[in-house]
Protein backbone atom coordinates (compact mmCIF):
# COMPACT_ATOMS: atom_id res chain seq x y z
CA UNK A 1 0.00 0.00 0.00
CA UNK A 2 1.18 3.54 -0.82
CA UNK A 3 0.75 5.80 1.44
CA UNK A 4 0.35 9.43 0.74
CA UNK A 5 1.23 12.71 2.35
CA UNK A 6 -2.50 13.46 2.74
CA UNK A 7 -3.09 9.76 4.26
CA UNK A 8 -0.07 10.57 6.93
CA UNK A 9 -1.35 14.21 7.97
CA UNK A 10 -3.99 16.11 6.90
CA UNK A 11 -2.14 19.32 6.18
CA UNK A 12 -5.14 21.57 6.30
CA UNK A 13 -7.15 19.78 9.50
CA UNK A 14 -3.64 20.28 11.02
CA UNK A 15 -3.22 23.75 10.26
CA UNK A 16 -6.97 24.61 11.49
CA UNK A 17 -5.63 22.97 14.42
CA UNK A 18 -2.99 24.91 15.35
CA UNK A 19 -4.36 28.14 14.47
CA UNK A 20 -3.98 29.65 11.22
CA UNK A 21 -5.82 32.62 10.21
CA UNK A 22 -6.07 34.65 6.88
CA UNK A 23 -3.65 37.65 6.53
CA UNK A 24 -1.01 35.65 8.92
CA UNK A 25 2.94 35.56 7.88
CA UNK A 26 3.58 31.93 8.35
CA UNK A 27 7.30 30.15 7.92
CA UNK A 28 7.82 26.02 7.54
CA UNK A 29 11.24 25.32 8.32
CA UNK A 30 12.57 22.43 6.42
CA UNK A 31 9.82 22.32 4.09
CA UNK A 32 10.26 19.91 1.52
CA UNK A 33 10.23 19.78 -2.15
CA UNK A 34 6.24 18.95 -2.62
CA UNK A 35 5.40 21.80 -0.24
CA UNK A 36 2.92 19.54 1.49
CA UNK A 37 2.25 22.41 4.04
CA UNK A 38 3.33 25.75 2.35
CA UNK A 39 0.15 25.13 -0.33
CA UNK A 40 -2.33 24.37 1.88
CA UNK A 41 -0.93 27.17 3.87
CA UNK A 42 -0.65 29.67 1.06
CA UNK A 43 -4.24 28.86 0.88
CA UNK A 44 -5.46 29.63 4.08
CA UNK A 45 -3.75 32.68 4.65
CA UNK A 46 -5.26 34.09 1.28
CA UNK A 47 -3.56 36.93 -0.37
CA UNK A 48 -3.12 39.34 2.22
CA UNK A 49 -0.71 36.50 4.50
CA UNK A 50 2.84 35.45 3.24
CA UNK A 51 4.17 31.44 3.66
CA UNK A 52 7.76 31.29 3.76
CA UNK A 53 9.16 27.83 2.21
CA UNK A 54 12.58 27.29 4.09
CA UNK A 55 14.69 24.82 3.22
CA UNK A 56 18.89 24.44 2.82
CA UNK A 57 18.45 22.55 -0.24
CA UNK A 58 18.49 24.76 -3.19
CA UNK A 59 17.00 22.32 -5.53
CA UNK A 60 14.22 21.79 -3.30
CA UNK A 61 13.10 25.84 -3.13
CA UNK A 62 13.48 25.75 -6.74
CA UNK A 63 11.44 22.88 -7.36
CA UNK A 64 8.78 24.63 -5.06
CA UNK A 65 9.08 28.44 -6.61
CA UNK A 66 8.31 26.48 -10.43
CA UNK A 67 5.06 24.42 -8.75
CA UNK A 68 3.93 27.84 -6.97
CA UNK A 69 4.41 29.75 -10.59
CA UNK A 70 2.79 26.91 -12.32
CA UNK A 71 -0.47 27.12 -10.06
CA UNK A 72 -0.25 30.71 -10.07
CA UNK A 73 0.19 31.15 -5.91
CA UNK A 74 2.02 34.63 -5.64
CA UNK A 75 2.05 34.48 -1.71
CA UNK A 76 5.01 31.96 -1.32
CA UNK A 77 8.41 32.72 -0.76
CA UNK A 78 10.84 30.76 -1.14
CA UNK A 79 13.71 31.09 1.73
CA UNK A 80 17.56 29.41 1.72
CA UNK A 81 18.89 29.05 5.37
CA UNK A 82 20.20 26.33 7.31
CA UNK A 83 17.58 26.37 10.23
CA UNK A 84 20.07 25.10 12.83
CA UNK A 85 21.73 28.78 12.86
CA UNK A 86 20.93 31.77 14.56
CA UNK A 87 20.03 34.34 11.92
CA UNK A 88 20.63 32.26 9.47
CA UNK A 89 16.58 32.54 7.82
CA UNK A 90 16.39 36.44 5.39
CA UNK A 91 12.96 36.61 7.61
CA UNK A 92 12.81 39.88 9.39
CA UNK A 93 12.76 39.29 13.17
CA UNK A 94 9.24 38.49 15.27
CA UNK A 95 7.58 38.57 12.23
CA UNK A 96 5.95 35.57 11.57
CA UNK A 97 2.69 34.60 12.86
CA UNK A 98 2.68 30.65 12.65
CA UNK A 99 6.18 28.46 12.96
CA UNK A 100 6.04 24.75 11.66
CA UNK A 101 8.44 22.52 12.14
CA UNK A 102 7.11 18.95 11.13
CA UNK A 103 8.92 15.73 10.32
CA UNK A 104 12.34 17.59 11.09
CA UNK A 105 13.17 17.42 14.36
CA UNK A 106 14.43 13.98 13.91
CA UNK A 107 17.14 15.26 11.67
CA UNK A 108 18.60 18.21 13.95
CA UNK A 109 21.80 18.27 16.03
CA UNK A 110 21.65 21.36 17.22
CA UNK A 111 18.66 22.24 19.30
CA UNK A 112 19.54 25.61 20.75
CA UNK A 113 20.10 27.10 17.26
CA UNK A 114 17.22 26.10 16.13
CA UNK A 115 15.46 26.81 19.22
CA UNK A 116 16.95 30.27 19.22
CA UNK A 117 15.88 30.44 15.54
CA UNK A 118 12.74 29.69 15.81
CA UNK A 119 12.40 32.03 18.45
CA UNK A 120 13.74 34.85 16.62
CA UNK A 121 11.23 34.70 13.41
CA UNK A 122 8.37 33.96 16.34
CA UNK A 123 6.10 37.60 17.41
CA UNK A 124 5.10 37.27 21.00
CA UNK A 125 1.89 35.53 21.17
CA UNK A 126 2.48 33.16 18.07
CA UNK A 127 1.97 29.89 18.14
CA UNK A 128 5.15 27.05 17.00
CA UNK A 129 3.79 23.99 15.71
CA UNK A 130 5.99 20.90 16.30
CA UNK A 131 5.24 17.25 14.55
CA UNK A 132 7.28 14.54 14.71
CA UNK A 133 7.00 10.86 14.21
CA UNK A 134 6.04 8.92 17.19
CA UNK A 135 9.12 6.44 18.54
CA UNK A 136 7.38 3.04 17.76
CA UNK A 137 7.78 1.10 13.98
CA UNK A 138 5.69 2.38 11.32
CA UNK A 139 5.73 1.16 8.01
CA UNK A 140 7.59 4.66 7.12
CA UNK A 141 9.87 7.02 8.24
CA UNK A 142 13.42 7.17 9.45
CA UNK A 143 14.55 4.34 11.62
CA UNK A 144 12.97 4.35 15.07
CA UNK A 145 16.44 4.77 16.86
CA UNK A 146 16.91 8.16 15.42
CA UNK A 147 13.35 9.62 16.21
CA UNK A 148 12.96 12.03 19.28
CA UNK A 149 9.86 11.14 21.32
CA UNK A 150 7.62 13.75 22.69
CA UNK A 151 8.75 13.90 25.83
CA UNK A 152 12.16 14.79 24.32
CA UNK A 153 10.88 17.17 21.88
CA UNK A 154 9.21 18.90 25.28
CA UNK A 155 12.28 19.40 26.68
CA UNK A 156 14.05 20.68 23.13
CA UNK A 157 11.44 23.66 23.22
CA UNK A 158 11.23 24.24 27.76
CA UNK A 159 13.01 27.43 27.04
CA UNK A 160 11.42 30.65 28.35
CA UNK A 161 11.20 31.95 24.95
CA UNK A 162 8.42 29.10 24.40
CA UNK A 163 5.35 28.30 26.46
CA UNK A 164 3.63 24.92 25.83
CA UNK A 165 0.02 24.85 24.87
CA UNK A 166 -1.20 21.07 24.16
CA UNK A 167 -0.61 17.79 22.67
CA UNK A 168 -2.30 16.92 19.51
CA UNK A 169 -2.27 14.28 17.14
CA UNK A 170 -1.58 15.36 13.60
CA UNK A 171 -1.51 11.68 12.13
CA UNK A 172 -1.66 7.89 13.17
CA UNK A 173 2.02 7.98 13.16
CA UNK A 174 2.93 11.33 14.65
CA UNK A 175 2.65 13.30 17.57
CA UNK A 176 2.25 17.00 17.85
CA UNK A 177 2.96 20.24 20.26
CA UNK A 178 2.10 23.52 20.19
CA UNK A 179 3.36 26.50 21.83
CA UNK A 180 3.20 29.96 22.13
CA UNK A 181 6.28 32.20 21.35
CA UNK A 182 6.11 34.47 24.78
CA UNK A 183 7.88 37.98 25.18
CA UNK A 184 10.96 36.43 26.41
CA UNK A 185 13.97 38.23 24.14
CA UNK A 186 15.89 35.55 22.52
CA UNK A 187 19.34 34.72 24.11
Known amino acids: MH ?34 FVFPAAKLVGSDGIVFAVDIQRNVLEQMDKLAKHDQIFNIKPVWADIEKYGAAAIQDASVDLTLLINNLFLVKDYEQLTREMARLAKPGSRIAVVDWKTVDTPLGPPTDQRISKDEAKKVFDISEFRFIEEFVPGTYHYGLLFERTDQTVK
Not at 6 to 17: C, P, Q, R, V, Y
Not at 18 to 28: E, H, L, T
Open 3 to 36: LTGTELINAFALLEKVGIKAGQRVADLGCGALGH
